[in-house]
């Protein structure tokens, strides 16, 4: 069993930073994509940014230049910092992560548990 526990969430005024971290752990062969999603209350959950093993980054464009992702894949660990935070920033991150648990099982996405962020005007 693979969990993903999250770490960072907190509130923050607006032009101020937060950073998450979300930290892998159980049966993990191998973890392929890290990625940060966020859902406001009554949206859809969105991609915030990913980071592939090749260590290739992709970003939503509204937090392109103020977010930051980054992975350590021999600790299984992704963080997300985030600077000039807004108040449409507020909702709620999700962490995911690509995992191969064994060498007799296929790669699935796994996720944490969500952490709040919430960014006062």
């Known amino acids: 069993q693979v969990q993903l526990v999250e770490s960072g969430g907190g509130s923050v005024q607006a032009g101020g930073s937060l950073d998450l971290s979300c930290a892998a752990s159980?049966?993990?062969?191998?973890?392929?994509?890290m990625g940060w999603y966020r859902q406001a209350p009554g949206q859809q959950r969105e991609l915030v940014a990913q980071?592939?093993?090749?260590?290739?980054?992709n970003y939503q464009d509204s937090v392109k230049g103020r977010f930051t992702i980054s992975g350590d894949y021999v600790q299984n660990i992704a963080y997300l910092q985030m600077n000039s935070l807004k108040f449409e920033d507020t909702a709620i991150y999700y962490c995911?992560?690509?995992?191969?648990?064994?060498?007799?099982?296929?790669?699935?996405?796994?996720w944490g548990q969500g952490t709040q962020v919430t960014v006062s005007s």
């Open positions: 980071i592939t093993r090749g260590l290739v980054e």
């Open positions: 159980g049966s993990i062969l191998r973890v392929y994509t």
């Open positions: 995911s992560m690509d995992v191969q648990p064994t060498d007799h099982e296929g790669h699935r996405t796994y």
